[in-house]
């Protein structure tokens, strides 16, 4: 692989991470200083998101699948709970979590989404976890403690509130990787994300009437976050993240993509002034080093697949 190809990979994710980091504090100001609600937020962001992917799929090599999903018996049903419970779960807890605490606190507890996942996937197989699972464990245990108390097991840093919603969304988030894969196989990501988005910004609509919302602050500033959030937050940094993994390999997109909180916090703290203590930054580093440890035990696993496999064709031949 060519230098220069990796490089540009490099960069798609970087740039994604670095866009989803920054929309999350725009969705705080939205929601905290332009009388902006969750529901309004998350509808939009689904519906339209949703809207322009399968608009896009239409232009693509794959359009005759934008239709025949819906036809296809038991995959609608799946693509119906991954729109509710994956898409929409995901997006409206990370935005409750937002409301009630703030971007960067909402993006790092999501981020334990991959701690839960290997918690499931150990239970079910039962099986002891590896070294590097305890490790990430351990990490995501100290690194969630330091956040939300800032040294203090006394007092919380943010409220209750924010922390439930913020430990449901690293659930959701849990759900939202595991439960797709047969749906992306067979569809493609593009046509399964833009109508599980439609389905789950629909859903949320029947539910709670997001428009009638009425004290919303309309001005430039809050039309150019909603437009952010919209094209910059969701379209494109999804695009550029899953293209980036023709050029590297996808444990060190995970890794890259560990840029996300880190933009989360430090635009938090810069744009909107919220204070971010030392112990909340180790917390953070504890919380983003899960990452790390899980990353590397799956290339581990890679790692010992194709050498099993090089010997099972060496012996066969």
């Given amino acids: 692989m060519e230098v ?45 998101s949703g809207t322009l992917l399968l608009l ?11 239709w025949r999903i819906m036809s296809s018996g038991a995959d609608v049903g799946r693509l119906f709970l991954f729109g509710i419970l994956g898409l ?10 937002i409301e009630m605490g703030n971007a960067a606190t909402a993006t790092l507890l999501q981020y334990l989404g991959p701690v ?16 590097a699972q305890m490790i990430a464990l351990v990490l995501a245990l100290i690194g969630t403690f330091l956040l ?15 922390v439930v919603w913020g430990l449901a969304s690293a659930l959701a988030l849990a759900f939202y990787t595991l439960y797709p894969k047969s749906l992306l196989q067979r569809w493609g990501s593009t046509i399964v994300l833009g109508w599980a988005m439609l389905i789950g910004g629909i859903g949320l609509c029947i539910l709670t009437r997001p428009w009638q919302a009425i004290a919303i602050d309309w001005e430039i500033t809050s039309v150019l976050g909603v437009a952010f959030l919209v094209l910059f937050g969701t379209l494109i940094a999804f695009y550029l993240y899953v293209d980036s ?29 919220v204070p971010f203590g030392w112990f909340e930054w180790l917390g953070a580093f504890c919380i983003i080093g899960t990452v790390f440890a ?3 035990k799956e290339e581990t696993k890679k790692k010992q697949a194709t050498v099993e496999s090089a010997i099972e064709q060496r012996v066969s031949s």
Avoid: C
């Fill in 245 to 273: 993994l023709r050029f590297i390999k996808p444990a060190e997109t995970s890794l890259l993509a560990s840029a996300e909180p880190l933009s989360a916090v430090v635009a938090t703290v810069i744009w909107l002034h």
């Fill in 294 to 296: 899980l990353a590397q």
């Fill in 4 to 48: 220069s190809s990796r490089a540009r990979g490099f960069a798609m994710v970087l740039v994604a991470s670095l866009l989803w980091g920054v929309s999350g504090t725009v969705a705080q100001s939205l929601l905290q200083h332009h009388s902006f609600t969750t529901e309004w937020l998350v509808a939009a962001r689904l519906l339209l």
């Fill in 56 to 66: 896009l799929s239409l232009f693509g090599n794959d359009r005759q699948n934008v």
């Fill in 116 to 131: 839960f996942l290997t918690v499931y996937v150990v239970v079910r197989h039962r099986q002891l976890p590896s070294s």
């Fill in 148 to 162: 939300i108390t800032n040294g203090r097991p006394d007092k919380l840093s943010i409220s209750a509130g924010a």
């Fill in 88 to 97: 929409l779960g995901v997006q409206y807890t990370y935005f409750a979590s």
